[in-house]
């Protein structure tokens, strides 16, 4: 069973920066794509930014030129570094990934976060 645990949401001001981390935990073989996910009140979960294993990364176009996806493999850890927020940031966001746990046999796995709360607001 793999888990995924994230940090770093709160309340920041327009203009402001929060850096979010989720770190991965359990029976991990390996792990292929790491993502961010986001949730407005609502609205429908939208994909933020994913990187893979080899470092490729491909992001929203309300999120380019903002918004940093960065992992460190040797950690399990995904981050998410968000500046030049703005109202329409605020959503719960969501960590994901996906890759192969320990067997045997090995075995695919999608986890989810349980959300971290950003909330934009003057």
């Known amino acids: 069973q793999v888990q995924l645990v994230e940090s770093g949401g709160g309340l920041v001001h327009p203009g402001g920066s929060l850096r979010l981390s989720c770190a991965a935990s359990?029976?991990?073989?390996?792990?292929?794509?790491m993502g961010w996910y986001r949730q407005a009140p609502g609205k429908q979960r939208e994909s933020v930014a994913i990187v893979t294993a080899g470092g490729s990364t491909n992001y929203a176009d309300f999120v380019k030129g903002r918004f940093t996806i960065f992992r460190d493999n040797a950690k399990n850890t995904v981050y998410l570094q968000m500046n030049s927020l703005q109202p329409e940031d605020t959503a719960v966001y969501y960590c994901?990934?996906?890759?192969?746990?320990?067997?045997?046999?090995?075995?695919?796995?999608?986890?989810w976060g349980q959300g971290t709360q950003v909330a934009v607001s003057s």
């Open positions: 994901n990934a996906g890759g192969l746990a320990r067997g045997p046999p090995l075995r695919s796995f999608q986890a």
């Open positions: 359990g029976s991990i073989w390996s792990i292929d794509v």
